[in-house]
Each structure stands twice: as structure tokens, then as C-alpha cells.
């Protein structure tokens, strides 16, 4: 069973960096795609990062620019470098994984496809 475990949440001011970090275990292959998505409250789930096993990438609109999304096998984490945060970033970030052959194209399906998640971590932008 692939297990996810996020870090690294917390609070900012706007402008402010933050960086999360999944781990993941529990298994002999890598996951084909891993992912961040987020819920802001009152609002529906949605992506914000995707990579692939081969390190392909794909990003929501909103993050394109300040986020980046990263991942070391070796070391079997994923994460996700956050500049220039807004107020409107804040929300629970999950990290989410999954084994098929799938993944880019996961962005806007707010969570569809994706077969393993974290339980999430809360990122709050405010001055």
C-alpha cells in the first residue's frame, strides 16, 4: 500500500516563500505521477502540480511562474517550492500518487485518476 505523508505547511505572509515536502513508501516501483493538489475552504479541490515518473511536468494557471514542483526517486519525496505567495494560496495541500500510466492530463479532474493521497497540509497566506 503506497503511503504519502506531507510537511512543510504553515503560515506566510504574501510574497513569502514556503516549500512542502511529501514522503512516500510502500512500494518497489515508482509511482508513475505524482501531484499536488489543494482545498481552499468553501471551495472544490483542484490541481495545482503534476510530475511524472519521467520528470514531465504540468501546473494550474494560478501557480505557473511561482511554484515548482520537484521529485527524487531515490530518495522517494516530492515537493513543492512556493514563491511569491498570494492570499488566494491558502489552503489544505494534499500530496496524491498514482501507479498508472497516467498523469498530465490529471490536472483538471480535480483529484479523478489519482489513487493514493496524503492527508494533507494547511498553508495560510495573510499579513
Known amino acids: 500500500q503506497l503511503h504519502l505523508e506531507e510537511s512543510g505547511g504553515g503560515s506566510a505572509q504574501p510574497g513569502g516563500s514556503l516549500t512542502l515536502s511529501c514522503a512516500t513508501s510502500?512500494?518497489?516501483?515508482?509511482?508513475?505521477?505524482l501531484g499536488w493538489f489543494r482545498q481552499a475552504p468553501g471551495k472544490e479541490r483542484e490541481g495545482v502540480a503534476l510530475?511524472?515518473?519521467?520528470?514531465?511536468?504540468n501546473y494550474v494557471a494560478s501557480v505557473k511562474g511561482r511554484f515548482t514542483i520537484s521529485r527524487d526517486n531515490n530518495k522517494k519525496t516530492l515537493s513543492l517550492q512556493m514563491n511569491n505567495l498570494k492570499p488566494e494560496d491558502t489552503a489544505v495541500y494534499y500530496c496524491?500518487?498514482?501507479?498508472?500510466?497516467?498523469?498530465?492530463?490529471?490536472?483538471?479532474?480535480?483529484?479523478?485518476?489519482?489513487?493514493?493521497w496524503g492527508k494533507g497540509t494547511l498553508v495560510t497566506i495573510s499579513s
Open positions: 510502500g512500494y518497489n516501483s515508482d509511482p508513475y505521477c
Open positions: 496524491a500518487a498514482t501507479m498508472t500510466n497516467t498523469c498530465l492530463s490529471l490536472l483538471s479532474k480535480a483529484g479523478g485518476g489519482m489513487d493514493y
Open positions: 510530475i511524472s515518473r519521467l520528470a514531465t511536468t
